[in-house]
C-alpha cells in the first residue's frame, strides 16, 4: 500500500509498505512511481518522505529513486507521552 497526499506545494508519501512474501518485486517503486505521477498532474515539484533511523532498506529503496537527504530538524507536539 501506499498514501500520498499534497498540500498545494509539497507532495508526501506518507505511508509505503508491502507486505513481506511479496517484497523485491518492484511493487513498492511502482506504487511510488504511481504516486508521483499521480501529484505531477496538480504540478507538485517536490515530494518528501519521512525515514527513521535505522530504516537502511528504506533509506536505500528511496535513494534509489532520486530521494536524497534534506537537511531538515523534526519537530512534534504530543498529546500525551504514549501517543
Ligand atoms: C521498503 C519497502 C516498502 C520496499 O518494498 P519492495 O516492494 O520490496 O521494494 P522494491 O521491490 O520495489 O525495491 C526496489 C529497489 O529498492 C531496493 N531495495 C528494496 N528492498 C531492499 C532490501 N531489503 N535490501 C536492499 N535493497 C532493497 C533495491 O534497490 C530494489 O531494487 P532491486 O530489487 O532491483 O535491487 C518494504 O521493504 C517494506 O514494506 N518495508 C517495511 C515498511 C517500510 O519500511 N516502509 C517505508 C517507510 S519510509
Known sequence: MVLGTHDGRKGWI???AV???FRRQNIALKLVTAVEN?????GIDII???????HTVSRI???KLGYTKAPVEYFSKKKSIDA
Open 48 to 54: 518528501a518522505c519521512l525515514i527513521e533511523p535505522g
Open 61 to 63: 529503496f528511496f535513494s
Open 14 to 16: 506518507n505511508r509505503l
Open 38 to 42: 499521480k501529484l505531477d498532474e496538480p
Open 19 to 21: 507486505a513481506k512474501e
